[in-house]
Every structure is written in C-alpha cells, then in structure tokens.
C-alpha cells in the first residue's frame, strides 16, 4: 500500500471576486489574479475593467511574451498592424510576441476582458503604470514607452 503525502504538493491558488491586487490605470481598473508566484512565473492572468471610450497604450510589440485577451462582456477594439477587429464577448484574441497590437474602448458601454501573459513578465509594466497614475505625472507616449522599455517591449513603428 503506498500512502501519499500532500504536504510536497504545490500550493494551489484560488482567487475569490473580491481578492487580487487592484491596479487603477486611468480609466481602468485592472486586478491581478495570477502574478506568476503560483505558476514559477510562467504565467500572469489579470481581470480588466475599462470604461467607456477607454484609450488604449501606443501600438506595441512584446519581445519577451506573448499576450492573451479574452473578452468576458462588452466590446474592445484590437489593432493589429493596420487591421482593426471589434472583439466581442466570447472572442479571444492571442497576440504572439513580436506581434503589434493595441486596443481600445471605443463604445458608450464598458468592458471586462481577462488577460494572460506568458511568462508572467508584463506584470511589473502594469505594477509600475499603477504607479506612475498615482504620481499625477501625465501619461503621455513617451512616458509609456519608458516603462514599456523595462519589459522587453518597444511601440511599434
């Protein structure tokens, strides 16, 4: 008889709907659910909220993860290159890294949308944006392209 010992299991993580760390970002409100800590940091999941008529940051490409975007309720507007897709609830969009892309909340009704990055390295772009809002500094492109620059990705061309 072979008798296991569960103490040598990983820890699992659950998430209730109103744990995580939340991150405002302007018009956003972003919670984090996984930051890699649970996974060996090969993968980060995030809840976003994003208001009404929500810009979205400068296209850009990931050099270092890939990105993935699943639509829970209302629509966002993905730009990929030149092409423009309204994502609806239901749609996932996977965005490999070198990819462009940006998005954007462009209708009168808000949007959530679940994120992934693999591995979990985008985290930290979102921890410190949190934390240039805060500063009351203005979020211009070029201030989001220095943070963007810390984690392997650069606006694209």
């Given at each position: ?48 909220v994003l208001a009404p008529h929500t810009p979205g940051p400068p296209q850009h ?5 890939d990105e993935g975007f699943y639509v829970v309720s209302g629509s966002v507007r993905f730009t990929v290159g030149e092409d423009e897709h ?72």
């Open positions: 008889m072979t008798i296991h010992d569960h103490r040598d299991d990983p820890a699992v993580s659950v998430v209730g709907p109103d744990d995580g760390e939340v991150l405002v970002l302007g018009t956003t409100r972003m919670r984090v659910l996984e930051d890699g800590r649970t996974t060996g940091h090969r993968l980060g999941v995030a809840e976003s490409r990931h050099a270092g993860h309204d994502a609806t609830a239901g749609t996932l969009v996977m965005v490999p890294a070198g990819a462009p892309h940006t998005f954007a909340k462009v209708t009168d009704a808000p949007a959530v949308m679940l994120s992934t990055f693999t591995p979990d390295l985008y985290v930290g772009y979102f921890r410190e944006l949190r934390d240039l809002y805060a500063s009351g500094e203005p979020m211009t492109p070029g201030a989001n392209a220095e943070v963007m620059s810390r984690y392997a990705t650069e606006p694209a061309s």
